[in-house]
């Protein structure tokens, strides 16, 4: 045994390496999003929009080595902000480009190196055998720490690639309440499950009825809503006018629906409203709110509110019967009971 160097010591030095490069990319992630408002999935995709011009979503996720559906839930979060905008073809309606837009390109233009791209300027600078050096230890470190089956993506960041900014900020604030990250039930997808075994639950934006994704439409989503909000459901008939009044409203603009969708199936949904009004009146209704009931105790429902509350401006109303027991999420979440309901129905 070297005596400079006991076995012991050595061992330790090895998990220190590894502790310091996950503090590193967790440090990052959330720096990134605490300045920019951003998740590194985020940025990547940006970049690439930016650097090709416009793409099919096919393309974008070829260049950037993820899968459709990750892509797709990416878009959905920047397009919702006004960073990204799709394009039909005009040549086949059913082809769909993205490009950046104005807001993007100017934050791209602020926006720093990633840790990523830093990280492989300076291995690219290395000699070859060194590159392939690097490369075999860290395989044989991988599967050492049974992780040598695991797909991944080529991009560093300590959470699920679909993962909001909020969901980042969620983990920081548990880790400073209880000193570990504790799993928030809001997340896209179970974060004790591996990305290789649960697929991702895609959040999509509607904003028109044309605007459905593919296998959707208006029909779908009212017959999802209305088997899915039992015992609290409304007819049908009810429930697809508010739908169409989210989405066609002359002069109250700016509603839209929310869809999780996982495997080709909507698992829950979202309409929001835009009432015309301020003050006394909410600017904003929402609907209807359902999860499928073989999706719940994942946090989906509160995904969706999180998210709508974060895609618009000023307050929002909704209508919950009293021994429903999504009320207590709603007040967790910050929504509160001022006012008595009553109707006169004529």
Request: charged share 25%; aromatic share 4%.
């Amino acid at each position: 045994m070297n005596t400079l160097f006991p076995k012991q010591e050595i061992l330790d030095h090895v998990l220190v390496a590894l502790r310091r490069i996950v503090r590193s990319i967790d440090m990052h992630s959330k720096k990134l999003v605490q300045t920019h408002r951003l998740t590194i999935p985020q940025v990547v995709l940006l970049r690439e929009i930016q650097r090709r011009g416009r793409l099919s979503l096919s393309e974008l996720a070829k260049h950037t080595s993820l899968s459709n559906a990750t892509v797709t839930g990416i878009i959905d979060r920047l397009e919702a902000r006004n960073f990204v905008r799709r394009i039909r073809s005009e040549t086949d309606r059913r082809q769909v480009f993205v490009e950046i837009v104005a807001d993007g390109a100017k934050l791209m233009t602020a926006m720093p190196p990633l840790l990523q791209e830093n990280f492989i300027q300076q291995l690219q600078d290395l000699e070859k055998w060194e590159q392939a050096q690097i490369l075999s230890s860290l395989e044989r470190v991988a599967c050492l720490m049974n992780a040598g089956e695991i797909e991944a993506s080529p991009i560093l960041a300590h959470h699920v690639l679909t993962a909001s900014e909020e969901d980042i900020n969620r983990d920081k604030n548990a880790s400073k309440v209880s000193g570990k990250s504790v799993p928030e039930a809001s997340s896209l997808r179970d974060r004790n499950d591996s990305e290789k075994n649960v697929p991702d639950v895609c959040l999509r934006v509607v904003r028109s009825l044309d605007g459905f994704p593919g296998g959707f439409d208006i029909k779908t989503l009212t017959g999802f809503l209305h088997e899915s909000l039992k015992p609290y459901e409304d007819t049908p008939e009810d429930i697809e006018r508010g739908i169409r009044d989210a989405l066609t409203a002359v002069g109250r603009e700016g509603g839209f629906v929310l869809i999780s969708e996982l495997q080709g199936r909507i698992v829950g949904s979202l309409v929001m409203q835009k009432t015309g009004m301020k003050g006394y009146v909410p600017e904003n209704i929402l609907l209807f709110i359902a999860v499928s009931p073989d999706q719940r105790g994942r946090g989906l429902g509160r995904c969706l509110v999180e998210n709508a509350i974060q895609m618009v401006d000023g307050s929002i109303k909704l209508h919950v019967e009293y021994d429903n027991p999504a009320r207590r999420l709603y007040e967790r979440i910050g929504f509160t009971s001022k006012y008595a309901e009553m109707r006169y129905v004529k």
